[in-house]
């Protein structure tokens, strides 16, 4: 999604948000949370500027979906999923998955800690889910619908 947006800035030295909300610069990604959070892209910038709200949009990461948390922006609602050395199994993993989306997670993470499946959604964001799992059980984890690179809503 923003690849084209972070190529024109992949030479600077300093690419971030902030930076560029200090110089006075509106990013894309700070238009596309404007119109996200129905704020003016100006209060987007400043408040970056200020240190009042973050846009966690990596330069390493061009497909994620730009959000903002912050003072004036709305209320964000993240799930924790995971195994442990203690609990790990991958259908209750899942399980929790499909009942964040349903009832609108913006994010979920995955805080696995060991177990016997290693599964990292490294990007998962709820808005429009594209799922990137790296898993080395492999073999369990095909009989799920939650496979890399299918997109749900």
Same mark, same amino acid.
């Given at each position: &999604?923003? %690849? @084209?947006?972070?190529s024109k800035r992949r030479e600077h030295e300093n690419v971030s948000q902030m930076h560029y909300a200090r110089q006075g610069v509106v990013t894309e990604e700070m238009h596309y949370v404007s119109h996200r959070e129905g704020l003016p892209a100006d209060l987007v910038r400043e408040e970056v500027a200020r240190g009042r709200m973050i846009i966690p949009a990596n330069v390493n990461h %061009?497909?994620? @979906?730009? &959000?903002a948390i912050g003072i004036a922006s709305k209320c964000k609602v993240n799930a924790n999923i995971g195994a442990s050395p203690n609990s790990s199994n991958l259908d209750e993993e899942l399980a929790k998955l499909h009942l964040a989306v349903q009832y609108g997670a913006d994010t979920v993470m995955d805080l696995s800690t060991g177990g016997q499946f290693r599964c990292h959604p490294y990007r998962y964001h709820t808005g429009f889910i594209r799922t990137h799992w790296h898993c080395t059980n492999l073999s369990s984890f095909r009989k799920c619908s939650w496979q890399s690179g299918k997109t749900h809503r």
């Open positions: &999604m923003r %690849t @084209e947006w972070v %061009t497909s994620l @979906e730009p &959000m």
